[in-house]
Nanobody, 124 residues
Framework: QVQLVESGGGLVQAGGSLRLSCAAS????????MGWFRQAPGKEREFVAA????????YYQDSVKGRFTISRDNAKNTVYLQMNSLKPEDTAVYYC?????????????????WGQGTQVTVSL
């Protein structure tokens, strides 16, 4: 079983930046593709970004391309989401997730493990 713990959420003004971290337990972190998803009140959970096992491939939702960057440090069992130029519509609970298959990392249904989520609020 993989346990994921997110941190780094908080309140930020529009145009500001936040860096989310997701720390994974165990020694098999590098076997998983990793993704970030978010869910705003009254909406479905949606894909934000994903990264392949060794970090060579990344994927982004169109609305965050050029603003968000996903990265990973397998030696530290940690995946990051650097969020720049934040907008009020980015406000949501952000979740990290782990996928053993490594395929279709933009699909929510592909993921095997999920963190508890961290709140990101972007004010005007």
């Amino acid at each position: 079983q993989v346990q994921l713990v997110e941190s780094g959420g908080g309140l930020v003004q529009a145009g500001g930046s936040l860096r989310l971290s997701c720390a994974a337990s165990g020694r098999t972190f590098s076997r998983y593709g990793m993704g970030w998803f978010r869910q705003a009140p009254g909406k479905e959970r949606e894909f934000v970004a994903a990264i392949s096992r060794r970090g060579y491939n990344t994927y982004y939702q169109d609305s965050v391309k050029g603003r968000f960057t996903i990265s990973r440090d397998n030696a530290k069992n940690t995946v990051y989401l650097q969020m720049n130029s934040l907008k009020p519509e980015d406000t949501a609970v952000y979740y990290c997730a782990a996928d053993l298959s490594g395929d279709h990392l933009e699909e929510l249904r592909e993921y095997d493990y999920w963190g508890q989520g961290t709140q990101v609020t972007v004010s005007l």
